[in-house]
């Protein structure tokens, strides 16, 4: 029966290791020569403008590479996780399999196996917001590490009403599947801001680790609209200015009513969570400094995790035409984060952004000294 197992593994890994040589030698041929062989964006749609057979092929090649890593980290279907148990059991335990006596694992406890199935856990840690401060990033750079498993979607079970009311088997069911001794992380932005999130999340895990990745206000808040501007001008609708949005006109204050101002006010929000969580619940990751320069950024959050350290250098590598670090799984697999995520800013009135800065500063203060974090904010 094992030895059966164990050839079936043996022809797997053969397949899966052919599969590898082809997809390099296609890529050496590709790039030209191997000390030119750089790590490519296939997740950029805008790369070079190759005939249709060139595209086909190279979607393929991607779809393939990134159903193998989609399998490593247990995010794949049940089905594909599932086709793939038996393996991932035998690598993960081979000390478990060989100290004893095969056949009597395998039929005294045959849920010795099951044990490390593959299922689908709810989160131990929530990047709750903000919007705009770099969750997505955030998302995938720890999805690096071989312990953490990302919901791909944003679920927005704790703040959509709906949803909420589908109860926790419902937002359990849209978690990737994982194994044991990985944790699953799921991001929505609009958590931080909603005022009944704290307390549901309190309510299904009370000790649950709770990421806020944030960014200087100000500039969070124009990026915020950004977004929004660019949402109309794909409908061709047009949309106030940012100044309209930020001033209220007749007093000339700042416009604590506009959204983008109201969710750049952190500690406002803060305070409700810390209703419910203690600070130390709470880690506060520097959405500027996780663009600029995300390595230590991502071993703090290990730590605050209590990861061992697994992401290093040669997992980020700099882009400098998208002014952006990407993310290399593997050889063969890298990815860059999707180019609206580095879009441009409108130019805002220097009065305004002035304005803005002297509004967000004592709520700024505040917010260090909750969080044990200081920024170099204005
Ligand atoms: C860097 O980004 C540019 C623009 O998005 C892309 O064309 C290029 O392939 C990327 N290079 C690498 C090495 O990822
Ligand atoms: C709650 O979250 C903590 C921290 O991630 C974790 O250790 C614990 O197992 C979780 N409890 C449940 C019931 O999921
Ligand atoms: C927007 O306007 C342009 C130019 O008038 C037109 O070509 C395009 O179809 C419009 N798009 C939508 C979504 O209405």
Excluded at 252 to 269: D, G, L
Aim: hydrophobic content about 40%; overall charge positive; proline content about 6%.
């Amino acid at each position: 029966m094992l030895l059966q197992q164990q050839a079936l593994l043996r022809q797997k890994l053969l397949v899966l290791g052919s599969l590898a040589v082809g997809s390099l030698l296609y890529l050496v041929v590709r790039v030209g020569s191997l000390d030119r062989l750089q790590p490519s964006c296939p997740l950029d749609g805008s790369l070079r403008p190759p005939d249709a057979g060139q595209i086909l092929l190279r979607s393929l090649q991607f779809k393939r590479v990134l159903l193998l890593h989609e399998l490593r980290k247990g995010n794949g279907t049940p089905e594909q996780v599932h086709l793939r148990d038996p393996e991932k059991v035998h690598l993960q335990d081979p000390e478990k399999v060989h100290l004893r006596d095969p056949e009597k694992v395998h039929l005294r406890d045959p849920e010795k196996v099951h044990l490390n199935a593959p299922v689908q856990q709810l989160p131990r840690a929530l990047i709750v917001g903000v919007r705009k401060g770099g969750t997505r990033a955030l998302l995938e750079m720890l999805n690096l590490h071989p312990a953490v498993v990302k919901a791909s979607q944003e679920i927005h079970f704790f703040d959509n009403d709906q949803n909420y009311a589908r109860g926790i088997d419902w937002y359990r069911g849209k978690m990737p599947f994982s194994f044991p001794h990985q944790i699953t992380i799921e991001k929505s932005p609009a958590y931080f801001i909603t005022e009944e999130v704290p307390e549901r999340i309190f309510k299904m895990n009370s000790s649950i680790k709770l990421l806020v990745i944030v960014r200087e206000p100000t500039t969070r808040a124009v990026s915020d609209y950004t977004q929004v501007l660019e949402g109309k001008e794909r409908k061709n609708k047009t949309y106030h200015k940012f100044e309209e949005l930020a001033v209220d006109e007749a007093t000339c204050e700042v416009n604590t009513k506009y959204k983008a101002v109201r969710t750049s006010i952190y500690t406002h929000h803060l305070e409700r969570w810390l209703h419910y969580f203690p600070a130390e619940q709470l880690h506060v990751v520097d959405g500027d400094r996780l663009i600029s320069d995300p390595l230590p950024e991502l071993q703090l959050v290990e730590r605050f995790l209590h990861l061992p350290a697994a992401i290093s250098r040669s997992n980020l590598y700099f882009n400098a035409t998208r002014g952006f670090y990407c993310l290399r799984f593997s050889l063969l697999f890298n990815k860059c984060l999707a180019g609206s995520k580095g879009r441009t800013h409108p130019a805002v009135d220097a009065s305004v952004v002035e304005k803005l800065r002297r509004f967000f500063h004592p709520f700024n203060q505040k917010f260090y000294q909750i969080t044990g974090r200081t920024f170099d904010w204005p």
